[in-house]
């Protein structure tokens, strides 16, 4: 029997904030449509968190806390918190620190991962390797991101996609074979000007310039992001079921990141998967970048059984994309 460390999923907790932003509403800000926006994306609605006062470290704090209450432990025992981000708090310190305080996990360390729709699965991965290196025991990641905060609410191209929440889970160490067994990353920048938010960093800092010209605010070439996005997806999904052997009857569930819901169909199809096994919450939510992998585990828990063979996969911007491959452990 090998004696390798394997990290477990043992807790799943969510936030979302109370105020709906409806397709109808969007209709009143910008030149759109219900219809169009259904059809063409899958999104119904989205949340908002209206209160200046909180941001992305408040809803993971508040994911955070239906995590420990689910796993009956308390904040002192989490030895280390990723928060997947594009939209800390601030540009330090990070999310994470300020999430720790907030639950007050006084023994763990925390730091922010940036890798957009893929932060969930990017922190994942950086997470089960501190279980299973044995440097730690307990260990939060969660995806939390306040996409209004960089959204311009007059650019009808982006603001119908983007809503705001957090999710994510506890690792821990597994002691049978159900666990997180695989991960396939990847990122490169050649999209980078097809997904950015261009100021705000140390290349433009802010400026009345960068104000002036909508800097701080997310731009994206939706056909060419679309493109890449579903064969990115796609095809790191197939790559992971071909490298562990499974075949579309082996794979309970697929989590597909929750961008468009025409991405997520062509991601099932190239793996042909029976649409069943797909989670989709787009409806609901739109994209909440490093949230919408988690959102779906906590929406699905219930229907989840021990054993059960889950592929998540994402793709976003960097770009960066990816799949892993693991057993319900819960
Ligand atoms: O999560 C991170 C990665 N991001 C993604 O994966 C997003 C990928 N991109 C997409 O999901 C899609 O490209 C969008 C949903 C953003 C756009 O859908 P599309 O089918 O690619 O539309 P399009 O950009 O080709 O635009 C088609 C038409 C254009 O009008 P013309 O030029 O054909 O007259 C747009 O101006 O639709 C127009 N349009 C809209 N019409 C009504 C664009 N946005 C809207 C809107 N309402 N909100």
């Not at 390797?129 to 905060?149: F, P």
Request: negative net charge; proline residues 3%; aromatic residues 6%.
């Amino acid at each position: 029997m090998s004696s390798k460390i394997k990290a477990k999923i043992s807790a799943v907790g969510h936030y979302l904030p109370d105020y709906v932003l409806t397709n109808k509403e969007l209709e009143s800000l910008v030149e759109t449509n219900d219809e169009w926006i259904r059809t063409r994306t899958g999104i119904s609605e989205r949340r908002i968190l209206k209160d200046p006062e909180k941001a992305s470290a408040f809803m993971a704090a508040e994911a955070a806390k239906e995590i420990l209450e689910q796993r009956g432990i308390e904040a002192e025992e989490i030895d280390a918190i990723i928060v997947a981000t594009i939209t800390p708090d601030y540009m330090f310190p990070a999310t994470a620190c300020l999430t720790q305080t907030m639950i007050g996990a006084t023994n763990a360390f925390g730091y922010d991962l940036s890798a957009a729709c893929s932060g969930f699965l990017f922190a994942l991965s950086s997470g089960s390797a501190l279980i299973e290196s044995g440097q730690c025991k307990k260990v939060l990641v969660i995806g939390s991101d306040k996409m209004s905060a960089i959204t311009d609410f007059t650019d009808r191209t982006t603001c119908i996609l983007f809503g705001d929440g957090a999710a994510g889970v506890l690792l821990e160490p597994s002691d049978d074979e159900n666990g997180i067994i695989d991960h396939i990353l990847h990122s490169s920048a050649v999209g980078a000007e097809s997904l950015m938010q261009e100021a705000g960093g140390s290349r433009n800092p802010a400026t009345r310039d960068t104000v002036e010209n909508k800097k701080h605010y997310i731009r994206q070439e939706g056909r060419s992001v679309f493109k890449k996005a579903t064969e990115g997806m796609a095809d790191v999904s197939v790559e992971i079921m071909k490298k562990n052997n499974l075949t579309a009857e082996d794979i309970q569930w697929l989590v597909p990141h929750q961008a468009n819901l025409r991405i997520i169909d062509a991601t099932a199809r190239r793996m042909e998967l029976n649409p069943e096994k797909v989670m989709i919450n787009i409806g609901k939510y739109g994209n909440t970048t490093a949230a919408t992998i988690p959102l779906c585990l906590y929406d699905w828990k219930d229907r989840l059984n021990k054993g059960d063979n889950i592929i998540l996969a994402a793709f976003g911007g960097g770009y960066t994309w990816g799949a892993t491959y693991l057993k319900w452990a819960i």
